[in-house]
């Protein structure tokens, strides 16, 4: 009890300590075709209190029994498809429902359900071989270098075909980009249709921001896009030389999110690889000395300019089975229709279907997402075979719960009328690829260009309040002068990606927002935490990393302190306010890798 008034009392504090924040109004006109908009030359307001209290009723013990539950056993990890994510979908959904927010899923329900299929190579039946250019006399089979699986290499058919046998000589592509605004081309010269293509993770190597992002990732270092440009070119496979500085996990990160079952959209109609593969670099060395080539030099010349396409005197070999598990695992969206939305349903329309029809009047929802799925579990493995994914991400999950929660309470009061629509959804797969924020993009309850803004939650560690605050993405958007306002007043000092080498911005679920033009990023915490010195922080997160993310031993605490959960849903709250209520729409800054995709979602030329 003294706990819980203490955090109270700390809520409390926290407002009351909060100066005034002006926003423009937008006159108010609602008569029959007519809605609440916000004027540019209507007077400032503060904040409502109503919304202050709301947001100061953000409890973090409720956060906690949501985190308690999806991360129990019961779920078994939360594998998309697999009976644990089924009940969490409901878990959420049900939730949702309790809390009055309208259906945004299929035919009237508050599941967006998703084709999917799942691919897990089989271990005792899948082989890779490694065969040089052999000297006269030896046998292929003596001579062959023969990998294995999972210490080795990872793989997945992305054809979706129970077998798939291949015999390719492998092509080094450096670093696998092409990159028109960076005049670099690293398939120029080279044809590698048939063929497997040898690259490296991550991005050249760059101090310039106007160059790859300088220190910052960009999109081309990221695996996924490696993968898909490879199937592009019109490759067959890929082998991705996985380097822990340039990644920013160990192999054992690349092992268990790859040696588990692979989930992918049925109907991508996208060129696809028979071998996604990653490879310990060590392995890249042995491809390079049986070519006779030096593999740090090579590495080292793939990032500069000038850099040339290689065939191998290399092949791979390899013989691929797979369990294949067509299935269908859902998004759960939950709305809280605004004036705006509300008078479209009046006029015919409704919310939730997948072919949405324009309406005159534009919606600027406001959408908060998370990802409730993980890695599932080890069938008949001993010991603790469950990925339960407390921090990773029942904690997003908890934190979408009771914004949703305190956001209906909130609407519910007579004295408030939200002018747009708060969509909440819980995605799934995001493990997987971002598969279910890239499906929500795609399939959007309401039109993209009617969403102002989207706020994700991902892996926030419950271990007290934070000082810091890192909004990767704000800063690309015309609102982020609104979010580093709102972080000074919640004591929240705004600081910059940690690692921006590692490329976060586009491993979360905000990416999959951000592709179709809605300005999105994710709230995080920095080093800083009430009590604590930067390195107490900073060593958390590493030890985190190193012992806990995407592996067994992700599991609920009971001395875990949900507080800064609490103080960050409120500070998200607070923004989602303000987007709702700006004065002009929210947009990408110009020249912003995104900023195209939103202007045709708003229907610019």
């Given amino acids: 009890m003294q706990l819980d008034l203490l955090r109270t009392k700390r809520s409390l504090q926290e407002y009351q300590s909060l100066p005034l924040i002006q926003t423009r109004i937008r006159s108010a006109v609602v008569l029959a075709a007519s809605l609440l908009f916000i004027s540019a030359s209507a007077p400032a307001q503060t904040i409502p209190p109503a919304v202050k209290a709301a947001e100061a009723s953000i409890d973090p013990e409720k956060i906690r029994a949501h985190v308690k539950f999806l991360a129990d056993d019961l779920l078994e990890g939360r594998g998309p498809g697999l009976r644990g994510s089924e009940i969490a979908a409901q878990y959420i959904a049900t939730q949702f429902a309790l809390y009055g927010l309208k259906p945004g899923g299929d035919n009237g329900t508050y599941l967006q359900q998703i084709n999917f299929v799942g691919m897990n190579a089989i271990p005792s039946k899948t082989t890779f071989s490694l065969v040089p250019k052999k000297p006269e006399g030896p046998s292929i089979d003596l001579y062959s270098i023969d990998l294995k699986y999972g210490d080795d290499y990872t793989v997945s058919n992305r054809t979706l075909t129970p077998v798939v046998d291949i015999d390719a000589p492998i092509v080094f592509v450096g670093y696998g980009i092409t990159a028109p605004e960076f005049n670099w081309n690293d398939y120029a010269g080279v044809d590698v249709k048939g063929k497997i293509i040898l690259c490296i993770v991550g991005d050249p190597p760059s101090t310039d921001p106007n160059f790859f992002g300088g220190d910052a990732l960009t999109y081309y270092g990221r695996w996924t896009y490696k993968f898909e440009q490879a199937a592009r070119m019109g490759a067959v496979g890929a082998l991705i030389i996985h380097r822990t500085d340039l990644a920013s996990y160990g192999w054992d990160v690349v092992k268990n999110s790859n040696t588990s079952e692979k989930t992918y959209l049925r109907d991508n109609k996208d060129p696809q690889l028979e071998a996604a593969s990653w490879i310990q670099l060590d392995v890249a060395k042995q491809i390079f000395k049986s070519s006779n080539l030096d593999a740090d030099a090579e590495i080292e010349a793939a990032g500069k300019r000038g850099f040339k396409a290689v065939e191998l005197p290399v092949r791979l070999h390899a013989h691929i089975e797979s369990v294949v598990r067509p299935f269908q695992s859902p998004n759960v969206v939950g709305i809280l229709p605004g004036a705006v939305d509300r008078m479209t349903q009046a006029e015919g329309h409704t919310i939730g279907k997948k072919d949405v029809v324009p309406i005159p009047t534009k919606d600027q929802a406001v959408l908060y997402t998370a990802h409730f799925d993980h890695l599932g579990f080890v069938p008949g493995m001993s010991g603790d075979n469950i990925y339960n994914g407390a921090a990773d991400n029942a904690t997003g999950c908890g934190m979408l719960l009771e914004l949703a929660r305190v956001w209906s309470q909130l609407s519910s009061q007579p004295d ?23 499906y929500l993009g795609q399939h959007p309850p309401i039109p993209a260009g009617q969403i102002a803004l989207d706020i994700n939650y991902d892996m926030i560690l419950p271990i007290g309040v934070p000082l810091q605050v890192n909004v990767n993405g704000a800063q ?7 979010v580093e306002a709102t972080a000074k007043r919640f004591n929240l000092a705004v600081v910059p990606d940690p690692k921006p080498s590692a490329g976060s911005y586009y491993r979360s679920d905000h990416f999959s927002l951000s592709r179709v033009g809605i300005p999105a990023f994710s709230i995080e915490t920095g080093n800083l935490y009430e009590g604590h010195d930067a390195a107490w922080g900073k060593k958390q997160h590493e030890d985190f990393t190193a012992h806990d993310y995407h592996n067994f031993s992700d599991n609920y605490h009971a001395d875990w302190d949900f507080a800064g959960n609490a103080k960050l849903d409120r500070f998200g709250m607070d923004l989602g306010w303000q987007a709702l209520t700006a004065p002009t729409t929210i947009n990408w800054k110009p020249n912003d890798e995104f900023e195209p995709a939103r202007k045709a979602s708003l229907g610019a030329k």
């Fill in 476 to 482: 690309r958007t015309t609102f982020f002068p609104t």
């Fill in 416 to 438: 408030i009328k939200l002018p747009h629509s708060v969509i909440f959804s819980a995605v799934t797969a995001e493990e997987q690829g971002l598969l279910g924020s890239e």
